[in-house]
Every structure is written in structure tokens, then in C-alpha cells.
């Protein structure tokens, strides 16, 4: 059973403070991607990242994918209160890949004023 | 600019009885999905239809039932409604067959209580 362990599962902190959120596994993913859900709705892309030791950014949000594939992590720069929400990592897994999405417990994020 | 639709958005179901939940998306995806969202568990996969006319079993699959009406529709059904699967039920398309790159789009959610 695949399995993606998403760290740490809260994180409460001030506007203005740095964070990292990870996602860990023990198999390879052959892609990864991170959503972001607020209350009562759907989550939404983020990113995809496709390519081991790739690094996309996002405005103040920079993701970066392992060198192995094994592993993924999101941070946060300077996090404004409209940051709040929970972040989702899911992975895509080998072989055959035939359309299975399977994501992390979610990281709940407060940002405080 | 509908996306993934979902209905009903809220049930209250009593252990036993049964139900349907609708899903419907007019983006032309091939591949839809149903997951379940409970606290600190984040999403699990129910079943998935990678392209119409197939499904196949997702992480938590027992108790549920779907059927891939067409190439818009996938309906997800509880025979028999027990308190475990009382949770918020997450629609999602995608365009392509594999998830490779492509992206999710979800619906609002169904919120089923059973008591």
C-alpha cells in the first residue's frame, strides 16, 4: 500500500513567519502535485512536479520535488493570513499509472495577524 | 462555468437506508473520481473511472458502489449506510487517462451524516 505521510499535520503562526510543509514516502512517485482546500469548498491545484530534484515557485510559495522522487516540500515565505487553509500533497504512482491519485493526511495552516 | 457538480450538498442518512450521490462534469474529462475526506486523513479514493465504460477500486472501496453513466456522469451509491461512512464526498475529473500532470478539478463536496 502506498502511503504519503504529510508533516506536520498543524501549524499555527504569525504574519510574516517562513514555514515548510513536507510529504514523504517510501516509494517513487512519477509525479506530485499540491493542493490547497479552504473550508467548505473543493481543493485546487497548486502545482505538479514531474521531474526529481525540480523546483517551481509560486509567488511566495516555492515547491521542490526529491532528487529521488521519494519526497516533496512546500515553503512558505513571508505567510499572510490569506495563506490560511489545508495543503494537500498527492502523488501519482508506478507503474501503469492509470489514473490513481493518492494524497497525504493534509497540513492545516493558520496564519494570524 | 459549472466545473464538477455534486448533489445533494448535505444528507442526513439513518444506518440502513440507502442513497445516490450525484456527480456530473461538463469540462470533457475522461477519468472521474470519488474520494472521501474525514479529519486527518485527508483525501481517500473510493473508485475512479480512468475513461467511460471502466471503474476500478480506489483505498477504501467497501460499502460503495459506482457506475460511470457516461462520459459526464459517475454516481457513487451506499447500498446499506452504516456510521463510518459518514464524512464529506468529494467528486473530481481529470482530462487525461494517467495522472502523470494532469490536474483534479473537484466539486463542492457532499456533506452525509449517518446516524
Known amino acids: 500500500t502506498q502511503l504519503l505521510e504529510q508533516s506536520p499535520q498543524f501549524l499555527s503562526i504569525q504574519e510574516g513567519e517562513n514555514l515548510t510543509v513536507y510529504c514523504n514516502s517510501s516509494?517513487?512517485?512519477?509525479?506530485l502535485q499540491w493542493y490547497r482546500q479552504e473550508p467548505g469548498e473543493g481543493p485546487v491545484l497548486l502545482v505538479t512536479?514531474?521531474?526529481?530534484?525540480e523546483v517551481k515557485k509560486l509567488k511566495r510559495l516555492t515547491f521542490q520535488f526529491g532528487d529521488a522522487r521519494k519526497d516533496s516540500s512546500l515553503h512558505i515565505t513571508a505567510a499572510q493570513p490569506g495563506d490560511t487553509g489545508l495543503y494537500l500533497c498527492a502523488g501519482a504512482f508506478p507503474p501503469g499509472n492509470t489514473g490513481k491519485l493518492i494524497f497525504g493526511q493534509g497540513t492545516t495552516l493558520q496564519v494570524k495577524p | 462555468n459549472a466545473g464538477v457538480t455534486q448533489t445533494p450538498k448535505f444528507q442526513v442518512l439513518k444506518t440502513g437506508q440507502s442513497m445516490t450521490l450525484q456527480c456530473a462534469q461538463d469540462?470533457?474529462?475522461?477519468?472521474m473520481y470519488w474520494y472521501r475526506q474525514d479529519p486527518g486523513m485527508g483525501l481517500r479514493l473510493i473508485y475512479y473511472?480512468?475513461?467511460?465504460?471502466?471503474?476500478d477500486k480506489g483505498e477504501v472501496p467497501n460499502g460503495y458502489n459506482v457506475s460511470r453513466l457516461n462520459k459526464r456522469e459517475f454516481s457513487l451509491r451506499l447500498e446499506s449506510a452504516a456510521p463510518s461512512q459518514t464524512s464529506v464526498y468529494f467528486c473530481?475529473?481529470?482530462?487525461?487517462?494517467?495522472?502523470?500532470?494532469?490536474?483534479?478539478?473537484f466539486g463542492e463536496g457532499s456533506r452525509l451524516t449517518v446516524l
Open positions: 473511472s480512468a475513461s467511460e465504460g471502466t471503474t
Open positions: 512536479v514531474v521531474t526529481g530534484g
Open positions: 516509494s517513487v512517485f512519477s509525479s
Open positions: 469540462m470533457n474529462h475522461n477519468s
Open positions: 473530481a475529473s481529470s482530462a487525461t487517462g494517467t495522472v502523470n500532470t494532469g490536474e483534479l478539478f
